[in-house]
């Protein structure tokens, strides 16, 4: 093959892309700022949540506020709250009235002074945020009254608290900084790097093979004096490129969305902006060797979407049936980026950096949390090149077949 050609056969390519400017959109600006916007708005709005329940004051239904220990009263009020008397507390909840309600028996203070234990109702909605929030500060208030209780019980009994506790348990976690600074939802890092791209690259191949076969331009160019696989490579590329582009892209906003977490927003964040922070988006610190595994593991997706789309696109018609023929390799992708949230709870072994798409999915979820092994690289990488040659050969094999290439 001459190189001369295949890249000249990939810059016209590249050339008919970039003349949609819907392409420099999906390709460069949206891909760009996805992800820094995603890392940066979670725990923005999530925190900001956090922190405006807790300063805001909470109208919490009672039902039987009278009854009410005078203790336990001034430790819910001490949450921000304010109790109004009910007559229905579960009513109100389902109503939307209040968040929380709170159902009191008669004679709670009673039983509670002779030592005999009492049942406190709490309503609320378990699906809704907000009400979960506005529960949690009744729970708060009522575990830390049942516990001095307790304390004052045990006093008066002569009998040392410590007794109930023989055991201390501390927590000490063993996670690295990497995977402290990922977030739970890290996994979205490297599903959002496979869907763009893909878009990115199917814009490329469906006008390389499908959009040719319309303009009819396809055949001009196969009595050219070009060789087949100088074709199917130079489409290649240029189909490569407009993926990889856009997975880089992805990549560099990913990068700048953890500086900017990391200098500006942790520092503004209270207690649980900071809480927020660390289960959604985390701060996103990786190193530069982290970066470089990511691109060329993204250089390798890239390539292996890219010989997908080229052997599906080939076969369609039109452009509008190329799409459709793309539209399910989405699935493809976004299973196994969904699976991987589940990644702790399955026994995955090495033999799972063998399956394409999966592994290398799998392999940057580990790059992001910084648990990444040379076995799994180099299983990944070694199996994905494999797939991308046997996809080019069958590529090559369609452009020589005259059924596929004037399927009209």
Request: aromatic content about 6%; cysteine-free.
């Amino acid at each position: 093959m001459r190189g001369r050609v295949i890249w000249q056969l990939a810059g016209k390519e590249i050339l008919s892309t970039i003349r949609d400017r819907r392409a420099i959109v999906s390709n460069l600006l949206i891909p760009l700022l996805i992800l820094p916007l995603l890392m940066l708005g979670l725990p923005l709005m999530v925190g900001g949540l956090f922190e405006r329940e807790q300063e805001t004051l909470t109208s919490v239904a009672i039902r039987g506020l009278d009854d009410l220990p005078g203790e336990l009263h001034d430790l819910i009020t001490a949450q921000n709250t304010v109790l109004e008397e009910v007559v229905d507390p579960e009513a109100a909840v389902s109503r939307g009235d209040y968040q929380v309600a709170i159902s009191v028996s008669p004679g709670t203070r009673e039983l509670l002074e002779s030592g005999i234990p009492v049942e406190l109702e709490v309503y609320s909605k378990r699906s809704n945020l907000r009400s979960e929030l506005s529960a949690n500060k009744i729970e708060a208030a009522v575990g830390s009254y049942s516990r001095g209780l307790v304390a004052t019980r045990l006093h008066q009994a002569g009998v040392d608290p410590s007794l109930l506790e023989p055991i201390d348990i501390v927590s000490i976690d063993t996670r690295s900084e990497a995977e402290q600074s990922s977030g739970q939802l890290s996994w979205l890092i490297p599903f959002f790097i496979a869907i763009w791209t893909l878009a990115g690259g199917q814009m490329a191949a469906i006008d390389a093979t499908a959009g040719e076969k319309e303009r009819g331009t396809l055949e001009v160019l196969l009595v050219a004096p070009v060789r087949r696989s100088e074709v199917v490579v130079g489409k290649f590329i240029a189909t490569l490129l407009f993926g990889l582009t856009a997975a880089v892209m992805a990549i560099i906003g990913y990068v700048a969305g953890g500086v900017v977490i990391r200098i500006l927003l942790v520092p503004q964040l209270g207690t649980g902006g900071s809480q927020a922070l660390e289960v959604l988006g985390g701060s996103m610190s990786v190193a530069p060797s982290s970066v470089f595994l990511l691109l060329v593991s993204a250089l390798l997706l890239a390539s292996l979407i890219a010989g997908i789309l080229l052997g599906l696109t080939m076969f369609a018609r039109s452009f509008k049936e190329a799409q459709s023929y793309v539209a399910p390799l989405s699935f493809l992708l976004i299973l196994p980026a969904l699976g991987l949230q589940f990644k702790d709870l399955l026994t995955l072994g090495e033999a799972v950096y063998l399956i394409p798409v999966f592994n290398v999915l799998v392999l940057m979820d580990d790059i992001v949390k910084g648990s990444v092994s040379t076995v799994a690289v180099a299983a990944t990488w070694l199996s994905l090149s494999a797939v991308i040659g046997v996809l080019l050969l069958l590529s090559y094999r369609n452009f020589r077949r005259e059924s596929v290439i004037f399927r009209t």
